[in-house]
């Protein structure tokens, strides 16, 4: 397992991290533990045991467990946990693929901890644990099952395979899910999350946020805010939380309820269940059809009655929750379209 962590005033990107450096950089210290190189200020120093050169400088021999970075004195990012052949450097050196390098060096279950300034950071393969901190990150888990917390700041939070925890921490983030089970908060800040394939968790936190569960079965709830939650595709759960919300249940047979606050509620395809609640607020369904198997449900024990109001039916709760079943007549309601109370 790596460790990479930020350790100055300056931001990390993976993405810049040049291997070239090896061949190419002003040659520093070459010991037996030390080989160091500097581009421009920027020194980067490998360290390990062992280690030897040929008559030009360049690495032959010995292990790299550590590579730090520096630039004008200032220490920039710390890579501990390392265990590789200084030949290799050599070889990724040569050939130019920074990418391999990358993805050797942090196919475990890596710790990454970001900076106070905008960072980019890759989990590649592994279980892996990020942390953006401070700054407008770029967060990217790779493959394997990762915690990735981003901290404050408008961070952008992706993670394509996996089972993931995905946190936003404060700001306005995106968070992206992938192709199995995500557990996604935005907490603080008007936040967008995408489930992405797969049963995922959806949460909105505080503030208004924008929510897709995307495909598969998932939660999608805004909780504080005025949110929009949308369960895309499958038989979802979809709720708004406190405020005025707009909750989409999408394809498939879904549980729809605007909780709190004042919400508009759309079940789209399929067999839906509508939820209420006596202090639930004045709800608005707008595609409500019995034909399709569509119900409203209320909380066992709430008193309610039905009217027709123009050309909506209107259910009046004991509380002040009223939900208005828009563009439905009382006529063309039969059986157990209503239930729960």
């Known amino acids: 397992m790596a460790t990479l962590a930020a350790t100055g005033n300056f931001g990390i990107d993976l993405d810049q991290v040049d291997i070239g450096i090896l061949l190419f950089g002003l040659l520093r210290i070459a010991n037996s533990t030390t080989?160091?190189?500097?581009?421009?200020?920027?020194?980067?120093?490998?360290?390990?045991s062992g280690l030897k050169y040929d008559a030009s400088y360049t690495p032959i021999g010995g292990v790299v467990n550590r590579i730090t970075d520096s630039y004008l004195g200032q220490a920039v990012f710390d890579i501990t946990g390392l265990n590789t052949p200084a030949t290799q450097?050599?070889?990724?050196?040569?050939?130019?693929?920074?990418?391999?390098?990358?993805?050797?060096?942090?196919?475990?279950?890596?710790?990454?901890?970001?900076?106070?300034?905008?960072?980019?950071?890759?989990?590649?393969?592994?279980?892996?644990?990020?942390?953006?901190?401070?700054?407008?990150?770029?967060?990217?888990?790779?493959?394997?099952?990762?915690?990735i917390t981003a901290g404050a700041g408008n961070d952008v939070v992706v993670d394509a395979s996996g089972a993931n925890y995905l946190r936003g921490d404060d700001g306005n983030d995106i968070i992206r899910g992938g192709a199995e089970f995500d557990d996604i908060n935005g907490?603080?800040?008007?936040?967008?999350?995408?489930?992405?394939?797969?049963?995922?968790?959806v949460v909105g936190g505080k503030d208004n946020d924008s929510l897709s569960g995307d495909a598969g079965a998932d939660l999608v709830y805004g909780n504080l805010g005025n949110d929009t939650c949308d369960g895309g595709e499958g038989d979802d759960i979809v709720r708004g939380g406190q405020d005025n919300d707009v909750v989409i249940g999408g394809a498939g047979n879904d549980f729809v309820s605007g909780d709190k606050g004042s919400d508009t509620m759309t079940g789209g395809a399929g067999a839906d269940i509508f939820h209420s609640f006596g202090d639930a607020g004045i709800d608005r369904v707008t595609d409500f059809h019995v034909a399709e198997g569509d119900r409203v449900m209320l909380d066992p024990g709430t008193q309610y009655s039905v009217s027709q109001i123009g050309s909506d039916t209107v259910i009046n709760m004991v509380g002040g929750g009223q939900m208005v079943l828009v563009g439905v007549t009382m006529s063309s309601l039969s059986g157990t379209w209503i239930f729960g109370a």
């Open 35 to 48: 080989y160091a190189v500097d581009v421009d200020g920027e020194i980067t120093s490998f360290l390990g």
């Open 89 to 147: 450097f050599v070889v990724w050196a040569l050939s130019g693929d920074n990418s391999a390098m990358k993805q050797t060096l942090l196919a475990g279950a890596d710790l990454f901890t970001g900076s106070s300034f905008d960072d980019l950071l890759r989990g590649y393969d592994g279980s892996d644990t990020i942390v953006g901190g401070l700054g407008n990150d770029s967060l990217d888990g790779g493959a394997g099952a990762d915690s």
């Open 187 to 201: 907490n603080v800040g008007n936040d967008t999350a995408f489930g992405g394939p797969g049963d995922d968790w």
